[in-house]
């Protein structure tokens, strides 16, 4: 079992802008079934976890929606609504006991930390972050949210072009 941070970055180091928007991203050349893109590896994904932010972007976006059927644990202070259909489980909780329940309900598949992040650096300061995927993106936003607000040291396992993307698989260095 593998806990991966899998996000898109602008070139100069963020996932999204000030105001939350991945509309920057949409637009961009992808190729849906190319190199490391997001739906093989969405589907080794047994279980997610996402920021307050990263889940309110997503229900934005898909109209109240929830397109995943991976249980998700939504890290939160706040009340959100809740999608009809869908396992979302909110906490406050520290990510390690979250963890936990993810990698047990992942049923032997991966866990997927989706955003944002501050919260993969969550996860990559308890020990538990094993990889980031950064599929960088050919624009500049010159500030938003950062890729990864922590100092981590990783070690470059996979390079691939999909299309308009750069796109890096990295193995974090636990020390």
């Not at 609504?81 to 309900?105: L, S």
């Amino acid at each position: 079992m593998t806990t991966h941070f899998y996000t898109a970055s602008s070139l100069d180091g963020f996932i999204a802008t000030d105001d939350h928007s991945l509309d920057w991203l949409l637009s961009q050349d992808i190729d849906q079934d190319g190199p490391m893109a997001y739906q093989e590896f969405e589907r080794g994904m047994g279980a997610l976890a996402m920021g307050a932010s990263t889940y309110e972007w997503v229900m934005r976006h898909e109209q109240g929606t929830w397109g995943y059927a991976q249980p998700t644990w939504v890290f939160t202070h706040r009340d959100l609504d809740r999608p009809e259909q869908g396992d979302i489980r909110f906490t406050q909780g520290d990510v390690a006991a979250a963890h936990a329940e993810m990698v047990e309900a992942a049923g032997g598949k991966d866990v997927w930390v989706v955003g944002g992040g501050d919260l993969a650096g969550q996860f990559a300061d308890a020990g538990l972050l094993d990889e980031v995927w950064v599929q960088y993106a050919p624009v500049t936003l010159g500030s938003g949210a950062p890729l990864l607000p922590r100092a981590l040291t990783l070690e470059l396992m996979e390079v691939a072009r999909n299309r308009a993307f750069l796109c890096g698989r990295y193995r974090v260095v636990k020390n």
